[in-house]
């Protein structure tokens, strides 16, 4: 049973930095594809960031600001988010894939605001 739990989300000012973390247990975070996806306000989800061996893969919109990390002794995957804005403000999803499996976390709110 893959599992995924989110931390690290909350509340900034524009400019300011929030590192996600996101906990895998039945995956092996190396092995598969792990990403971040968000989802703001009556806006579709979108990816972020996602990275498996040997490829990294950004939003535009993110790129240079945001970076994607695994953690493989404790198997977990972290989005280090800098230069935040007021468009970042969304709920952050940890993702996994796995075979045909897709497997979600249950979000962390990220809140940008002055």
């Known amino acids: 049973q893959v599992q995924l739990v989110e931390s690290g989300g909350g509340l900034v000012q524009p400019g300011g930095s929030l590192r996600l973390s996101c906990a895998a247990s039945?995956?092996?975070?190396?092995?598969?594809?792990m990403g971040w996806y968000r989802q703001a306000p009556g806006k579709e989800r979108e990816l972020v960031a996602s990275?498996?061996?040997?490829?990294?893969t950004y939003a535009d919109f993110v790129t240079g600001r945001f970076t994607i990390s695994r953690d493989d002794a404790e198997n977990t995957v972290s989005l280090q988010m800098n230069s935040l804005k007021f468009a970042d403000t969304a709920v952050y999803y940890c993702?996994?894939?796995?075979?045909?499996?897709?497997?979600w976390g249950q979000g962390t709110q990220v809140t940008v605001s002055s």
């Open positions: 993702n996994a894939r796995k075979g045909a499996g897709t497997f």
């Open positions: 039945g995956i092996i975070v190396r092995l598969n594809v």
């Open positions: 990275t498996t061996i040997g490829s990294t």
